[in-house]
């Protein structure tokens, strides 16, 4: 069964770099050419927001709104895959959600979720 867990601040100022980190258990982020891993966010009173993922063997996609102040990356030997969100303002409030996507099918399996609140 995969676990995955977020991690990170929860008060990040205005203008500075949000870091996240979704560590994961019962899987491997590499192993797997039919799963990838994603970052989704919830802002207050918004649905959910696909921030964007990292495959298998390291590719990285993104979000086109997001993707100017996104960067996403892993650590192979912790099991372990990082967004880091720049400039961030107010409207980056958000519970962030780490997620294993299943080709095809969608996300599968999720993280319990971290609320972000950026805040001077």
């Known amino acids: 069964q995969v676990q995955l867990q977020e991690s990170g601040p929860n008060l990040v100022k205005p203008s500075q770099t949000l870091t996240l980190t979704c560590t994961v258990s019962g899987d491997s982020i590499t192993s797997n050419i039919n799963f990838a891993w994603n970052w989704i966010r919830q802002r207050p009173g918004k649905g959910l927001e696909w921030m964007g993922g990292i495959a298998y063997d390291g590719t990285t996609y993104y979000n086109p709104s997001l993707k100017s102040r996104t960067s996403i990356s892993r650590d192979t030997a912790k099991n372990q895959f990082s967004l880091k969100l720049s400039s961030v303002t107010p409207e980056d409030t958000a519970v962030y959600y780490c997620?294993?996507?299943?080709?095809?099918?969608?996300?599968?399996?999720w993280g319990k979720g971290t609320l972000v609140t950026v805040s001077s």
């Open positions: 997620a294993r996507e299943s080709l095809g099918v969608g996300m599968t399996d």
